[in-house]
C-alpha cells in the first residue's frame, strides 16, 4: 500500500520560504501515470490544490500561486518537495502531499497533513 508522508517546518516567519517533503513508501514516484500533488486547506476554508509533479517529472502549478510555487524531486529517495517562497499569514494551512490519478483530480492516496503557521 502507498503511504505518504510530509516534513518540514511547522512555523515559518513572513516573507520566508516555506519548504517541505513528501516522502513516499509502498510504490515508485516515477512509475504509473501519477500525479504526485500538493494541497492545502486554510483554516475554515475548503481544500485548495497548489500543484503536482508527474511521474515524468513535468510539473504544473496553480494559476494563483504559480509566480512563488515551485515543485521538485529526489527520485533516489522517493521524495517531492513543495518550495513557497514569499509567504504571508494567510499561506497558514494544513498542507496534504497526495497521489492523484489525474492532474487535478481522482485523488487515491493522502498523507496525513501537517500544519504550517506563518507568523506575521
Known sequence: ???LQ???PG???SSQTLSLTCTVSGGSITTGY???SWIRQPPGKGLEWMGAIAYDGTTYYSPS???HTSISRDTSKNQFSLQLSSVT???TAVYYCVRATRI???YDYWG???QVTVSS
Open 11 to 13: 512555523l515559518v516567519k
Open 1 to 3: 500500500q502507498v503511504q
Open 89 to 91: 499569514p494567510e499561506d
Open 6 to 8: 510530509e516534513s518540514g
Open 112 to 114: 496525513q497533513g501537517t
Open 65 to 67: 500561486l504559480k509566480s
Open 104 to 106: 487535478y483530480s481522482d
Open 34 to 36: 501519477y500525479y504526485w
